[in-house]
């Protein structure tokens, strides 16, 4: 019986552990945004890993690479496999969880400057 309890209470605290990423899984879609107004359509697909990336307004599609997946953040870099003549190219991305309902993106150039934002839900 005790050798139950301990194994029940490993599948529980495994369970509680679950990092952002399952968290998360799924399509998300949101408006990405810069700082002198712009908005566009992004829709993401996390998958267990790696994540795709369409941004429709510019025809633009990447893929995620996870760098670091912890239990409130996930932190990469984008590859552009389609437009990268139309968009940003090279840059790191950070997802955090925005509220209850909503993550975050934010890219960021090589040197650290902040490009651009986007809120996303999930999309059921």
Request: aromatic share 12%.
């Amino acid at each position: 019986m005790q050798k139950l309890f301990l194994a029940l209470l490993l599948v529980i605290g495994q369970a509680a552990q679950a990092d952002f990423l399952s968290e998360n899984r799924g399509h998300w879609e949101g408006k990405g945004y810069i700082s002198s107004g712009l908005e566009w359509p992004v829709y993401v697909q996390f998958m267990s890993k790696s994540a795709e990336v369409y941004t429709p307004d510019d025809g633009c599609e990447a893929i995620w690479t996870f760098e670091s997946v912890g239990q409130i953040i996930i932190k990469g870099w984008e590859q552009v496999t389609v437009g990268a003549d139309r968009c940003y190219v090279g840059l790191k991305f950070v997802v955090t969880r925005h509220d209850a309902s909503r993550i975050k993106v934010d890219w960021f150039q090589m040197n650290g400057m902040h490009v651009a934002e986007a809120l996303l839900w999930r999309v059921q």
